[in-house]
């Protein structure tokens, strides 16, 4: 039976209500904050004495300052309370505040709106934890990546389209300003009463005593996140993403007027294409991940943040304008100058591939963090985000007054990226190890799963398979749901890439008695602890690859394991690896690449769980077996 589509949960109560009062919210600020940027860009003269460009990065600065002052209080907030009626108590308070921008709009009161905006950022900080922290509570763990797919594309659309009316409407003469004023208000009071439908979420820790020292809240946050440290990391992810979209984003107004000549619909062009790259990749993140929480994606989308990145640079070089000394070209012209389309390409795509990032971050943070503690935890994240968004706005300050074109910026920006993925990715091996087990599967394998759910979310367990090839362990760990240790030859250790692939995946390396014996009982030793830990550990008791393409008799090695650790056992079959390029089959190498190499077909077929007490080595033999058939 086929899984239901993402999209099916817009039908639900318990997202529907929840969808549209984020994607009106997220409307509501761009359709604000853009029109502002619009007036100080294109209308400066008339507004304020300032640089449109200092303006242009201040006005970010300023919204994001909140997330750094309230976002623990925010955080502690949303694990007190119930959801919908905070979301409800938020959404009254966009409803003032935009009836304050509305006073600054027809006043022509400047300093009115940067007051407002300073005020829809707090409204941002105190929704950020309920928005996060509410989809663990209401989908499943198979409808996490869908449905965080479909938040971050409703919360890009809704960027683009407020993005998009604000810039058309607050330039209609000679009633613009008035027609923004109503607009921001009326979107307000809709994303009220689409709060007011959301189901009742209760509250994780309504006993928690809410400190009101934002500093000394705010470390604790921080603090209690470090000790996950996969959760910490990704949060420091996270963050960078919003630091890289904060530094390139803020220069879109004056990179459509300065650069690509264009009026304030180039900047409305761009911002669209790269909404819709978000949004897009937002959504195929599902399909992608295999509906489950897949941190392969994340490395994908940070190649591809910089490789988009520094081709956007030369692509800004290689772009030349038909247009007159003074003229900005409308979107429609601008389509017809010689490298726009390169540039729209690279905005796709940067779009794009920052949707592979961020999905993958945001559904593992919700998963493997304390429940007790989601809201902080994403409280936590959001000051971090702040606090890079507020250094992203000092950068560019500082390195566009040191002279730096902003072509530069954007090639300085996607350098720092490939930096830090490395850093990230070197202290978290397992986003590497899941990228390239998705890249194996997704590429040179069509792999099909059979009731992988079978695999424990959480707790002890043993995993016994056949061995065929060599990346076995590849094809079973891109399929899990969590990391597993594999227990693994120590030969296989001295291989160039292997080795160190498997060294990375904290694999244990085992060998026979009479040849090392010290080794031997250390693998034991090890394997003990792990399961001790609550860890996956995956062995494959032939103890060798299979030569014949049958499977070997299991050694008496699991035994011992279950007698240390009285933990269940699942049975696992592969299916299709038999005549792999890095099997043990002497048939022709040749005709082995084409037979079963590039787009192959394998399965993995899971088993019943195996109580401790009745694990033999024959039994679990049988049990393979069955589950592979007469498919090799």
Known sequence: MSQPNQFSLLKQRRFAPFFWTQFLGAFNDNLFKTALVVIITFDALSWTTMSPSLVTN?????????????????????????????????????????AVAAVGWVTHHLWLLIAAV??????????????????????SKEELIG???????????????????????????????????????????MGLVAAYRIPHSPAPAPELKISWNFVGESIRNINFSRNNRTVFLSMLGNSWFWFYGALVLAQFPVY??????????????????????VGSGSLLCEKLSG????????????????????????????????????????????????????????ILMIGMFGGFFIVPLFALIQTRCDPAHISRTIAGM?????????????LAIVL??????????????????????????????EFLMRFLAWLLIHTIHRVHTVDTARIPDEGAAV???????????????????????????????????????????????????????????????????????????????????????????????????????????????????????????????????FRSGLRSRLELVVGEPVAPQDVTPDALKLRVAALRGDWK
């Open 382 to 394: 959001n000051i971090l985000n702040a606090l890079f968004m507020v250094a992203a706005a000092g």
């Open 256 to 277: 459509a007027k300065d650069y690509l000549h264009g009026d304030h619909g180039a900047f409305v062009l761009l911002l669209t294409i790269f909404s819709l790259g």
């Open 463 to 593: 995993l016994v398979c056949n061995h065929v090839s060599y990346v076995d362990a590849i094809v079973i760990g891109a399929a899990a749901p969590r990391p597993i240790r594999f227990v693994m030859d120590h030969r296989i250790f001295k291989l160039p890439l292997l080795g160190w692939l498997f060294r990375t995946a904290r694999a244990i390396p085992i060998a026979p008695a009479k040849e090392d014996p010290w080794l031997m009982e250390k693998a034991y030793v090890d394997i003990a602890q792990a399961l001790h830990e609550g860890e996956l550990v995956c062995i494959f008791p032939e103890g060798q690859l299979t030569r014949t393409g049958d499977i070997n008799d299991f050694k008496g090695g699991i035994a011992k394991i279950i007698e240390r650790s009285r933990v269940p056992v699942i049975p696992m079959a592969l299916r299709g690896l038999w005549g792999h390029l890095l099997s043990r089959n002497q048939a022709n190498v040749f005709g082995r690449a």
């Open 118 to 139: 300073v005020g829809m950022g707090i409204h941002s900080t105190l929704f950020g934890p309920v928005k996060y922290a509410y989809l663990p509570q209401q989908l």
């Open 400 to 429: 566009l007054g040191q002279g730096l074109s902003i072509p530069e910026l954007f090639l300085v920006t996607a350098l720092l990226n490939a930096l830090v993925a490395v850093y990230i990715f070197s202290l978290v091996p």
């Open 147 to 189: 449905g965080n797919g479909v938040t971050e594309m409703g919360t890009f659309v809704g960027i683009l389209m407020g993005e998009v009316l604000g810039a058309v409407l607050v330039v209609q003469q000679p009633h613009g300003l008035w027609l923004e004023a109503a607009a921001t208000v009326l979107v307000a009071a």
């Open 58 to 98: 201040l006005i970010p600065g300023l919204f994001i300052l909140p997330y750094v002052l309230f976002s623990a209080t925010a955080g502690q907030l949303a694990d007190k309370f119930e959801k919908s009626g905070l979301t409800r108590c938020v959404k009254w308070l966009e409803v003032a505040i935009m």
């Open 291 to 346: 509906r489950k929480v897949e941190i392969g994606l994340v490395p994908f989308g940070s190649i591809g943040l910089t490789i988009f990145g520094i081709d956007l640079y030369f692509a800004s070089l290689a772009y030349s304008s038909a247009a007159a000394a003074g003229a900005h070209l409308d979107a429609l012209a601008l389509l017809a100058q010689h490298g726009m389309w390169r540039i729209l390409f690279d």
